[in-house]
């Protein structure tokens, strides 16, 4: 069946370090993968997404490469901010099978520190 | 994409009593997905949500638990009954928007004590 195998935390950067979260996926069909934030005290949001093979997804200076070879999907960002605290999620959503919804990844954690 | 409203945000509730999640969608979606993310733990699927038929439950969940309504197709309840304090928990309706993206509610913190 469909998971996402995603790279276990706690993560703790400096600010300005460089942010690297894996994350792998197990898929029968094409699916779509996603990266999802979820903000203390708050519900998740959409960072960015991928729809096919070689796609880049990239929003806030996040970016996550769709690699199909590898059945990757790896969060990065340059230089991270004490504001990028959060939990992040990594997920896949299988669409040629007829099934709508979302498989999650355990999610990371992520603190940056000043 | 969909906007949605979810209440309450946050409840406190006695054992053995039960408590109704509404979610509100501002426009007509086909699905809606109804999550549970236990403390410290990734988003668990709990039940698809279609109108004008009975929600299908994911293996671990069941109606007479998770009693779920759709009544139309911008709106969706979710019950969860006879709590325990193993359902503490944050619950979170989801759809599906334009271009493969989801959106989701805000969430229901609840504890049970």
């Known amino acids: 069946g469909d998971s996402v195998t995603q790279m276990e935390g706690p993560v703790t950067l400096s600010e300005e370090a460089f942010l690297t979260i894996n994350c792998t996926y197990t898929?029968?069909?094409?699916?779509?993968l996603f990266w999802y934030v979820q903000y203390p005290g708050e519900g998740l949001q959409l960072l960015l997404k991928a729809t096919k093979a070689d796609d880049k997804g990239s929003n806030k200076g996040f970016e996550a490469t769709y690699r199909k070879e590898t059945t990757s999907f790896h969060l990065e960002k340059g230089s991270v901010q004490v504001s990028d605290s959060a939990v992040y999620f990594c997920?896949?959503?299988?669409?040629?099978?007829?099934?709508?919804?979302?498989?999650f990844g355990t999610g990371t954690r992520l603190t940056v520190i000043p | 994409s969909a906007v949605i409203s979810q209440k309450p945000s946050r409840d406190i509730c006695q054992r053995g009593t039960s408590l109704t999640i509404q979610c509100q969608v501002d426009?007509?979606?086909?699905?809606m997905f109804w999550y549970r993310q236990q403390p410290g733990q990734s988003l668990t699927l709990i039940a698809t949500a279609n109108q004008g038929s009975e929600a299908t439950y994911e293996s671990g969940f069941v109606i007479d638990k998770f009693p779920i309504s759709r009544p139309n197709l911008t709106f969706s309840t979710l019950t969860v009954s006879n709590m325990s304090p193993e359902d503490s928990s944050i619950y979170l309706c989801?759809?599906?928007?334009?271009?493969?993206?989801?959106?989701f509610g805000s969430g229901t913190r609840l504890t049970v004590v």
């Open positions: 989801s759809v599906e928007g334009t271009n493969y993206g989801y959106t």
């Open positions: 898929a029968t069909g094409y699916p779509s």
């Open positions: 997920a896949l959503s299988e669409r040629l099978t007829g099934a709508n919804n979302l498989f």
């Open positions: 426009s007509q979606v086909t699905m």
